[in-house]
C-alpha cells in the first residue's frame, strides 16, 4: 500500500507544482517524478519519495519522506536564478493549506 500513497501523492504534487507555479519561475520547467524514465533536460524539479511508514492506527495512511530537487548546470544557469527558483519552490511548498485544499481530496478518488 505505501508505494500506491507515494505514486499517487507525488503525482499530484507534481501537477499541483506545475499548475502553481509562481509568476518568475519558468513555464517551461518541467516537474518530475523521479521513479519515472522521462529524459530529464535541466533546468528541472524532481520529487522522490524515501523511507515510507505505514500509520498503523489510520489504515491507508503512511507518512513520506520527500526530497525535491532542483536541478541545473552551471553553463546555462546563473547560481543567482537557481537560488531565486529553490526560494520559490520552498515558498510553494510551504503553503501546506493550498497542497490540502487540492492534493488531500483527490487522493481518495484514486
Not at 509562481?22 to 520529487?47: I, Q
Request: glycine share 4%; aromatic share 4%; net charge negative.
Amino acid at each position: 500500500m505505501p508505494n500506491l500513497i507515494e505514486d499517487r501523492l507525488t503525482s499530484l504534487l507534481a501537477e499541483w507544482i506545475d499548475a502553481n507555479r509562481p509568476e518568475d519561475f519558468p513555464s517551461t520547467m518541467p516537474v518530475h517524478v523521479a521513479n519515472r524514465d522521462e529524459l530529464r533536460s535541466r533546468p528541472c524539479v524532481v520529487l522522490n519519495t524515501t523511507e515510507s511508514k505505514p500509520v498503523p492506527a489510520l489504515p491507508h495512511t503512511a507518512r513520506v519522506k520527500l526530497d525535491v530537487h532542483l536541478f541545473s548546470q552551471a553553463d546555462d544557469t546563473t547560481a543567482a536564478d537557481h537560488a531565486l527558483w529553490a526560494g520559490m519552490l520552498v515558498a510553494m511548498l510551504q503553503g501546506k493549506a493550498a497542497i490540502h485544499g487540492t492534493i488531500y481530496k483527490d487522493v481518495g478518488t484514486a
